[in-house]
């Protein structure tokens, strides 16, 4: 510290101490300075919001606002967010420094599509775009809690507040996830202008007792050393010291938390210099300091004060505005004392505060400059209006203002033209899409356009296989929709899917004939398919005719269980039309039988057992309800020990729920995970021989769905569940979590897709065979053998992904196919490039997989 000499100063200006009652606060008052600042009502600009990255156009930093449903609902990274990767970001610039006290954020909900949102976030801010700094709270977290939903709006106050123009919201997960936020600014504008102060570091007071009183600046946001520079703290968090510097406003805090404070003794001068800088040069009128006055503990107000002023840059002007007071020993109330500073103008101000005892503690200091003061009952000031002024020797050109007028007329009638004339071609677009249906259920030809050649896709039963072979037909038995586009481009968005095309392509109403099936593709390509929509209105089995004899005239073979036995643990995960829980339960056995053995059951009637119970929600559509019982039919036959198995239902009453198997690991790609990630079973991390044991689980389980002609859609690591000894069983219920949601490629806020695990003809095409279910088990067996460290493809963008279908479907030798990992035997890497040939008469049956891993397993 510096000690400026006396100079020649000012005509000293005695200063009465008036006593101002407790419950006097700084200017700014933390708990009414919690407007919105914007983000919300509009009032933030669009180009004041930026970000690190957007997923696409109808999600960039602009849609970031809160409670609004813009684009496709909210602001969304280009690529999922890691763990400890901080890189994400979404910036607002307020143009002005504010006094920042809360925050809000929310996910994207997209009116219901919506699955994505930050569950943790810390936030960054800067006063001048260029030194960025990290919020903390009292006890130096920097982590705030986020949302657990997409729609619910969660508020966090910040305490301390921050003072800043620039404010980056960071999401911070803890796996890789996709996120989305929608994000609020709460507080005032700062009108003190303080950017920051530099002062010594606070010290320790050890009362009799031995009680040590830490008097440190706790949340200065500055450099520390032997003093405290460029940075704020609390002397500009708004909270005023009580009478008893020992007592605090906030909980669990250290005795003196409240103040700042300095020992005479330690400051060389008897006094301690302060340094304030300010945003730009303003006419100062007076400053404000809470001063403590206990001095039956030797802590006093300063006995006089003396302030230099700075412009700029230059040196500090020898002339001093100096006040001494007039002390008080017997109010030892704490207090704001006012220290006029005449309308001095500068950029930065060094006080010098002088001991009348042996502390001085400080808890806030203000100022007020060009006559600006706080007004706490009523929101921030806008910019003033500039009233107009009328000149009446001004005279009006009526010619002007006819043409204007007559422009403006013609502009209406153009734009009314072309609005018409876009809901014509709208109307008839409609009606030519309706007739084109029609003609293609007719089998008449349609061409897809490709840039080196144009393949015919020819329904003529006449035609030969070697002609249709010829000119690189593949047989689509599903319309061309609106929406779709060429694999030769760089596809945005997949086909909508119709409810009777979604699942394998078959046109509805009419079915396929056999004649219309390429040479060599199984029958199950083209079986009748049933759509049963999934509880979490996402993941939809496809279920071919021959399995309808099961819910003709029949029952469901499971019995009606007690809902009140149930005891919910958690939620797994939940959809457009359910949720999924993770529920404990006793007496499972009197409902399965005997000739079924329970996960965890272990022959104990009274153990608890965990179930899965999937429960529709009470206000679901009629068609929701249909699908869930078709579903519960369809389940309730599926008896396999590599399958989730259905074991009661509550149908009687709402909610209606069915509760399958659950087993005690989880899923296999988060038990996978914790191996290589040092969990708490890393001591026992599976052998490839084990890998080779759960693929061929999940093969037999296919192959048995397979017998069926049952098409999965959704076969990947976070739908085989894993039980005791690397026991896996095939779910459902993966696209539910949101632990997964970065894992589905979303369509306009709509429909989402699995697309890393599907087939080409899957993404270009819609079909869904189980050929299409084969490509996706030769993902799965990656995984698998990748201990799930990373996302298939995870070098591709979701873009990028797709265009590598099309180079599957052109066949040039251009495709990408995912990399042998390192524990991959050769043999079993041959099998997962035979699940993705191009031709799918060309992949090895469910059948064969199974046979092939099991004589791999007895060969080693």
């Known amino acids: ?76 990274p280009k690529t999922p967010v890691e763990p400890n990767d901080l890189k994400e970001f979404l910036q607002i610039d307020l143009q002005a420094l504010h006094f920042i006290t809360l925050v809000g954020t929310q996910g994207r909900h997209a009116k219901g599509h919506g699955n994505e949102f930050a569950p943790m976030y810390k936030i960054n801010y800067s006063r001048d775009g260029t030194r960025w700094i990290s919020w903390r709270n009292r006890h130096g977290k920097q982590v705030l809690d986020g949302n657990t939903n997409t729609y619910d709006i969660v508020l966090k106050d910040l305490e301390p507040p921050l003072i800043a123009r620039f404010v980056r919201f960071i999401p911070v997960t803890d796996h890789s996830m996709n996120v989305c936020l929608r994000v609020e600014l709460y507080g005032c504008a700062w009108l003190d202008g303080l950017v920051s102060y530099n002062a010594p570091v606070g010290q320790q007071l050890i009362l009799p007792g031995g009680t040590i009183i830490y008097l440190n600046d706790s949340v200065y946001d500055g450099a520390f050393g032997y003093s405290m520079t460029e940075g704020l703290g609390q002397l500009t968090d708004g909270v005023s010291g009580l009478d008893d510097f020992t007592q605090t406003h906030e909980y669990h805090v250290w005795p003196g938390y409240d103040y700042v ?45 003396q302030c230099y002023f700075r412009a700029d840059a230059s040196e500090w002007e020898p002339s001093a505005v100096s006040s001494v007071l007039v002390l008080d020993d017997v109010n030892p109330s704490a207090r704001f004392v006012t220290v006029p500073l005449l309308h001095r103008m500068a950029s930065a101000i060094k006080c010098q505060y002088y001991f009348a005892d042996t502390w001085m503690m400080f808890s806030e200091i203000t100022f007020q400059s060009d006559a600006a003061m706080y007004n706490n009952s009523v929101p921030p000031a806008k910019a003033p209006v500039v009233p107009t002024t009328y000149d009446p020797t001004l005279k009006v050109d009526d010619s002007n203002t006819r043409i204007l007028i007559g422009c403006l007329v013609a502009i ?278 084990d890998l080779r044991f759960m693929a061929t689980q999940i093969a037999s389980g296919m192959k048995y769905l397979s017998s069926l002609n049952f098409v999965h859609r959704d076969l990947a690591t976070r739908n085989c569940l894993v039980g005791k000894h690397y026991t896996i069983k095939i779910a459902d219920f993966g696209m539910s979590r949101n632990l997964y949601s970065g894992d589905y490629y979303r369509i306009q ?103 092939l891993l099991q004589d791999s397993a007895s060969e080693e």
């Not at 004041?48 to 496709?72: C, N, P, Q, V």
């Not at 060599?520 to 049963?532: K, Q, S």
Request: charged share 25%; hydrophobic share 35%; with cysteine.
């Open 412 to 689: 209406i009638f153009i734009l009314v033209a072309i609005i018409v004339i876009i809901l014509w071609r709208q109307f008839w677009q409609k009606m030519l899409e309706k007739a084109s249906r029609r003609m293609l259920d007719d089998e008449m030809t349609v061409s897809l356009s490709l840039p080196s050649e144009s393949s015919m896709f020819n329904h003529n039963r006449s035609s030969s296989p070697s002609e249709q072979e010829s000119s690189s037909t593949y047989d689509r038995i599903f319309p061309l929709g609106p929406d779709y586009q060429e694999p030769s481009r760089l596809i945005r968005k997949l086909p909508e899917f119709t409810a009777g095309e979604e699942d394998t392509g078959c046109s509805s109403p009419t079915k396929p004939s056999q004649a219309s099936v390429p040479e060599g593709v199984p029958h199950y390509a083209e079986a009748d398919i049933v759509n049963l929509q999934g509880v979490t209105g996402g993941n939809t089995y496809s279920v071919p005719a021959l399995t309808m004899d099961l819910l003709a005239g029949k029952d469901v073979a499971v019995e009606e269980f007690p809902r009140k036995l149930l005891t919910f643990k958690e939620k797994l995960g939940e959809g457009q039309f359910g949720e999924v829980h993770l529920c404990e339960v006793e007496g499972m056995e009197k409902f399965t039988g005997k000739d079924f053995a329970l996960e965890g059951l272990d022959g104990s009637s009274d153990h608890p057992v965990l179930v899965a119970v999937k429960m529709l929600r009470a206000d679901a559509n009629k068609n929701a309800r249909n699908d869930f019982l078709k579903e519960i039919k369809i389940m309730s036959r599926l008896k396999d020990p590599n399958i989730i198995r259905l074991l009661a239902v509550c149908i009687t009453d709402d909610p209606l729920c069915m509760i399958t198997e659950y087993m005690e690991n989880g899923d296999l790609n988060q038990f996978l995970s914790r191996q290589q990630a040092g969990g708490p079973t890393a001591a026992h991390a599976p052998t490839v021989s």
């Open 1 to 76: 510290m510096s000690a400026t000499p006396r100079p020649a100063l000012l005509p000293l200006l005695p200063l009465l101490l008036l006593h101002v009652p407790r419950a006097a606060r700084a200017q700014v008052n933390p708990a009414v300075c919690r407007y919105p600042l914007g983000m919300s009502g509009g009032h933030i600009p669009d180009e004041d919001i930026s970000a690190s990255s957007h997923w696409s156009d109808s999600t960039a930093a602009k849609y970031g606002r809160l409670d609004s449903e813009e684009g496709d609902g909210a602001w969304c």
């Open 261 to 305: 404070g300095w020992r005479n003794e330690s400051t060389a001068g008897g006094y301690v210099e302060i340094t304030f800088e300010f945003d730009r040069i303003r006419n100062f009128t007076a400053m404000k300091v809470h001063c403590n006055n206990m001095f039956a503990k030797g802590v006093k107000i300063f006995k006089e004060v």
């Open 749 to 851: 806020g709509r429909a989402v897709l699995p697309i890393r695990w599907m087939s080409w003809e899957s993404i270009l095409l819609g079909k869904f065979t189980t050929a299409s279910d084969v490509w996706a088990f030769g993902v799965t067996l990656w995984e698998t053998f990748t201990l799930c460290r990373e996302q298939p493809y995870s070098h591709m963008s979701d873009e990028q992904v797709i265009e590598n279908t099309g180079e599957f479907f052109r066949d040039q030798g251009r495709q990408t196919y995912l990399p042998q990992p390192m524990l991959c035997p050769d043999s079993v890497y041959k099998l997962m490039l035979s699940c993705w040939r191009r031709d799918t008469k060309d992949r090895p049956s469910f059948l064969d997989i199974h046979r």
